[in-house]
């Protein structure tokens, strides 16, 4: 889809070089739980835009050329955050690389953390079995003590 004019400048993060965006807009009305995850982000950084990309093959690790690519692609654009997530993991040098950004919020989820937030929002997952936990209760049997 072409963008607009105003588009561009607002969120020029999403704009193609050909001034095309790819956009998928989420409906609560369709989705409740999955709407709620991706509010996440906006929690983090304060800003509710979401990138899809894809920057390693399956099961790599997200590496600090990676990370420090797509920070300096987002800052040329003017992006002042980003919240970059893998199913992966992010090597050492990539977490470094993220916390050493200057004038951008930058916040790194692995993998491990997605899996609770798709937990936490109830996203992709569905219930086993539930736990019933009980206790003795005390008082009850003061009761009987008394008489």
Known sequence: MKSRKNGETRVPEVVHED??????VLRREFNPRYCDLMA??????????????SLHHRGEPMRAPDINGSIGALARKGATRGVFVTTS???NDAKEIATEVRNQRVK?????ELVKLAIEYKV????????????????????????
């Open 19 to 24: 001034g095309a965006s790819r956009a998928q």
């Open 89 to 91: 993991r992010y090597t």
């Open 40 to 53: 996440e982000p906006e929690k983090l950084t304060g800003n509710g835009v979401v990138l899809n990309t």
């Open 108 to 112: 790194l989820i692995d993998g491990t």
């Open 124 to 147: 992709g997952v569905s219930v086993r079995r539930r736990l019933e936990i009980k206790r003795l209760d005390l008082d009850y049997f003061e009761e009987f003590e008394e008489s």
